[in-house]
């Protein structure tokens, strides 16, 4: 089956500390893209990353990384030294051609506090 | 590089009513999607288009849910007749292809009363 488990509903966290988003996945093909996007207040679902299933190495942006592990399924989003700007909700999407559709977990909402 | 633009952004309607949305995706993009998003959930796929053609519409409900795809640009998603549970914001987006990333409009929030 395919799907996106994102199993943190809620984080709540003080300004400048780290916090580390979980994405769990399932998917029966080989060939597939994971990616993360944000969801601020203002509703607009904004893309952060793409990644194929190729490719395992980690990326760093700016203080945004991600952690990706074939071996467990799973593509983590790690937000460094967090800021009150990063209060959202973030999602985990999954796409591969065997199921030919772009689905999404069901968000974790981060909450970042002065 | 203009966004994928949808209206309206917001909508009332009273159950049995019908209502449309519109969206006018990035230029050059092959693939759109119109997607649910019940508050506090995540976005649920309705249907997918690529070009003008129907890739997956295995959740939407077809009894009272259409869309199409006008000469693969624009589309519009129609609900008839709406019900209270369809109160949700109905997001469109566009990608180059299927397997590529996805941008969203704005989104259209409508309310069922």
């Known amino acids: 089956a395919q799907k996106v488990t994102q199993a943190q509903t809620e984080i709540s966290v003080v300004e400048k500390e780290d916090v580390t988003l979980d994405c769990v996945y399932e998917?029966?093909?080989?060939?597939?893209?994971l990616f993360w996007y944000k969801q601020p207040p203002s509703g607009e679902l904004v893309f952060l990353i793409r990644?194929?299933?190729?490719?395992?190495q980690n990326e760093i942006s700016g203080r945004y990384s991600w952690n990706f592990q074939k071996s467990t399924s799973s593509f983590n989003f790690t937000i460094t030294a967090s800021q009150v700007v990063d209060s959202a909700v973030y999602f985990c999407?999954?796409?591969?051609?065997?199921?030919?559709?772009?689905?999404f977990g069901a968000g974790t909402r981060l909450a970042v506090h002065p | 590089e203009a966004g994928v633009a949808q209206s309206p952004r917001y909508k009332i309607i009273e159950k049995r009513q019908s209502v449309a949305f519109w969206c006018n995706p990035i230029?050059?993009?092959?693939?759109l999607y119109w997607y649910q998003q019940i508050l506090g959930q995540g976005p649920k796929l309705l249907i997918q288009?690529?070009?003008?053609?129907?890739?997956?519409d295995s959740q939407l409900p077809k009894d009272r849910f259409s869309a199409e795809r006008l000469k693969g640009v624009d589309s519009t998603l129609k609900i008839q007749p709406a019900k209270l549970e369809d109160s949700a914001v109905y997001l469109c987006?566009?990608?180059?292809?299927?397997?590529?990333?996805?941008?969203f409009g704005q989104g259209t929030r409508l309310t069922v009363v």
């Open positions: 987006a566009s990608s180059l292809d299927r397997d590529r990333e996805a941008f």
């Open positions: 998917t029966r093909d080989t060939t597939y893209y």
């Open positions: 990644r194929n299933s190729f490719d395992e």
């Open positions: 999407a999954h796409f591969s051609g065997g199921y030919n559709k772009l689905i």
């Open positions: 230029s050059g993009h092959a693939t």
């Open positions: 288009f690529q070009n003008n053609g129907v890739v997956d």
